[in-house]
T-cell receptor, first 116, second 111 residues
Framework: EPEVTQTPSHQVTQMGQEVILRCVPI?????FYWYRQILGQKVEFLVS????????KSEIFDDQFSVERPDGSNFTLKIRSTKLEDSAMYFC??????????????FGDGTRLSIL | SQELEQSPQSLIVQEGKNLTINCTSS?????LYWYKQKYGEGLIFLMM?????EEKSHEKITAKLDEKKQQSSLHITASQPSHAGIYLC???????????FGTGTRLTVIP
């Protein structure tokens, strides 16, 4: 069964550094998402991406964050000037259609980001 | 703002027992999704419910959405250790292409 794959599984970064989290969505999916889960808290939406542009973003997704689809397969989340509070599990997800058309999102295993 | 409350927060059952997890919304749900998360891993899609009164089953797991579309239940029959994990309900906001999630229910199945 097709999967969403994320790399690396664990990333340790010094505060203030930039980090790039990578995702390969399911190949025929058109919508891509990033979520995060701070330890012990809910899974929170960050951003959705379609047709090479951001379609929606949450309040969390400020100027520190950016997303890109640099080629036909990868989808990346860049976090600039990382802060301690950016430590979380980051999940990539993809779907064939839009959520409100009831197309399920399929999630990767996540990247655990630890900021020191 | 719309919230999803799950109950119970945690559940410990003996292998072979049945169990139910509930997810309640403060407003009418547009679509309701059930996911399972193993500790430190990703979310595995289980089922999606759209219509009031809808019920879906997959293997030993059955999910229902009430007629008012404000409450969903997930029922596991004859639980097995492989059912252990965190069960999350998620929903989409009307007109929004993203999901918001409940706090999760941690299920432990004792062999």
């Amino acid at each position: 069964e097709p999967e969403v794959t994320q790399t690396p599984s664990h990333q340790v970064t010094q505060m203030g550094q930039e980090v790039i989290l990578r995702c390969v969505p399911i190949s025929n999916h058109l919508y891509f998402y990033w979520y995060r889960q701070i330890l012990g808290q809910k899974v929170e939406f960050l951003v959705s991406f379609y047709n090479n542009e951001i379609s929606e973003k949450s309040e969390i997704f400020d100027d520190q964050f950016s997303v890109e689809r640099p080629d036909g397969s990868n989808f990346t989340l860049k976090i600039r000037s990382t802060k301690l509070e950016d430590s979380a599990m980051y999940f990539c997800a993809s779907s064939w259609g839009q959520t409100y058309s009831n197309q399920p999102q399929h999630f990767g295993d996540g990247t655990r980001l630890s900021i020191l | 703002s719309q919230e999803l409350e799950q109950s119970p927060q945690s559940l410990i059952v003996q292998e072979g027992k049945n169990l139910t997890i509930n997810c309640t919304s403060s407003k009418t749900l547009y679509g309701l999704y059930w996911y399972k998360q193993k500790y430190g891993e990703g979310l595995i899609f289980l089922m999606m419910l759209q219509k009031g009164g809808e019920e879906k089953s997959h293997e030993k797991i059955t999910a229902k959405l009430d007629e008012k579309k404000q409450q969903s239940s997930l029922h596991i029959t004859a639980s097995q250790p492989s059912h252990a994990g965190i069960y999350l309900c998620g929903a989409d906001r009307t007109g929004a292409n993203n999901l918001f999630f409940g706090t999760g229910t941690r299920l432990t199945v004792i062999p």
